[in-house]
């Protein structure tokens, strides 16, 4: 799941769309701008079909149907697991199946963490067992495991102040939500500030927009030089619970038993599949969403719904019998909940032909009803992709918003390549993130329809267009 930053702003238009100006040149070409909003006006009919077909016809449903078959089957998909590169192989001859072109796995070193058994008891002031769930990379406790008083704080200031309290304790963060990006500091980050303060272990509330008792997971990063420390996150409401007892002088005292261990990096793979291009087939329109998931529930949400719309989009093209002028390339990306570590890999390996993307997607915030489209680019870029958003009216979902930034594809973008995602129902998605709730239950075969054709529309506009889109 990317780390989210979002701006809601208005779009700025830095030019008339009706100026006789040219946006940008390319080679001996110019163009002006009107010029492009009929090149995409020209693609009604061909987004009205691609919207037909997933939405109303024969692949309605398709992209929900496969999804349920594979977290069915294989179930959550953790990195270094057997049952990851079970599901990538799966997929591997699915896309085969399916007649896409050029189908074939890239390879790529992953870490491989294993949470075992694992548990938390409150001693004092009452015996209460805790739901926790460890957090991705954290080592274990001894086998007898750690009992001690417990700190309860809400902010690192407030660990810095009473950083003398903390010594020989369990550091537990009460830190309120605020959204994602801002909230998640204290996952990523919690277990390395509570070891400089002396802490023996950290305990942090689940960073979740809603909790129904439910522990969410996640990786958190340990830093050279702090010692590390066992760390997991416990549930919203024990969270709060603890601060309350805290705040009445109870003295508060844990049982934190964790079999986590960190093993040798393994082998997996990116799985790739494409149509290829049928008149600049070495330029490129990149479609993906990671087959990876954490340990817990089915992984259906994060990410196999953004996976699965996304062999849906050239599903889609293929069966309308499509091809556009570049090559649509699917990225099924693995061991994106680490931080990225495919995404990488695939960069340090194709990056050398950085000059021929035109856009890179990824969809990685759930396939409930879309918003919109996240984008980051070029105001001229992003004055196109607001055209090409227009021919999905018939579903009305045309708007375009900042931050289309991903984890795997972040690389290409801070390159100077475009880059775009959907944009969904973001208190619901984490209302389930990272957690056992993450399963099919969660999804909404007609919601993946929709968030399907945006996508599928998306790129194949972009990538049937005469030019690609410009950079800054």
Not at 195 to 220: D, E, M
Not at 233 to 248: F, H, L, Q, Y
Not at 377 to 402: D, H, Y
Request: glycine share 8%; hydrophobic share 40%; with cysteine.
């Amino acid at each position: 799941m990317k780390f989210l930053l979002f701006t809601f702003v208005g779009v700025v238009h830095l030019f008339s769309l009706n100026s006789g100006k040219a946006i940008y040149k390319n080679d001996n070409s110019q163009r002006t701008f009107q010029e492009i909003k009929e090149e995409v006006a020209r693609y009604g009919d061909v987004a009205k079909a691609i919207i037909n077909l997933a939405v109303y016809g024969k692949a309605q449903n398709r992209s929900y149907e496969r999804l349920a078959l594979l977290v069915d089957t294989v179930g959550p998909r953790p990195s270094g697991s057997k049952s990851l590169e079970k599901a990538i192989q799966i997929m591997y001859q699915n896309l085969q199946e399916d007649g896409l072109e050029n189908v074939h796995l890239e390879p790529v070193k992953i870490p491989h963490w294993e949470r075992g058994e694992e548990s938390a008891v409150m001693l004092e002031p009452r015996i209460h067992k805790m739901a926790i769930l460890g957090l991705g990379s954290s080592i274990g406790t001894p086998p007898e495991g750690i009992t001690a008083e417990v700190l309860v704080v809400t902010s690192f200031k407030e660990l810095q102040r009473r950083a003398r309290e903390a010594r020989g304790k369990i550091v537990v963060y009460n830190q309120p939500y605020v959204n994602y990006s801002k909230t998640v500091q204290y996952r990523v980050r919690g277990a390395v500030e509570a070891a400089k303060v002396g802490a023996l272990a950290s305990l942090i509330r689940s960073v979740a927009s809603f909790s129904v008792y439910s522990p969410h997971t996640g990786i958190q990063e340990y830093q050279d030089g702090v010692p590390k420390i066992p760390t997991a996150c416990i549930t919203v409401e024990d969270a709060e619970m603890m601060s309350r007892m805290a705040s009445r002088g109870n003295r508060i005292v844990i049982q934190l038993k964790m079999g986590a261990k960190n093993y040798p990096d393994a082998d997996s793979f990116n799985t790739v599949a494409e149509i290829i291009g049928s008149k600049y087939p070495e330029q490129v329109v990149l479609v993906s969403g990671h087959l990876d998931s954490w340990d817990v529930g089915q992984g259906a949400m994060d990410d196999g719904g953004g996976a699965f719309i996304s062999w849906e989009a050239l599903s889609l093209i293929k069966d309308l019998g499509l091809r556009p002028k570049r090559t649509l390339r699917l990225v099924l990306w693995t061991a994106e909940e680490q931080g990225g570590i495919g995404g990488f890999q695939y960069y340090q390996s194709h990056k050398a032909n950085i000059s021929n993307y035109s856009l890179v997607m990824e969809s990685d915030e759930g396939t409930f009803l879309p918003s919109g489209l996240q984008f980051t680019g070029s105001e001229k870029a992003r004055a196109i992709v607001e055209e090409v958003m227009t021919l999905l009216q018939p579903v009305n979902i045309t708007q375009v918003f900042r931050a289309g930034e991903g984890t795997d594809i972040n690389f290409w973008i801070q390159a100077g390549v475009p880059g775009a995602s959907l944009l969904d129902d973001l208190y619901k998605y984490f209302s389930f993130h990272h957690s056992h709730g993450d399963t099919m239950t969660v999804m909404d075969p007609k919601q993946m329809n929709v968030a399907a054709a945006v996508w599928a529309v998306v790129s194949y506009v972009i990538a049937d267009m005469e030019e690609m889109l410009p950079r800054s």
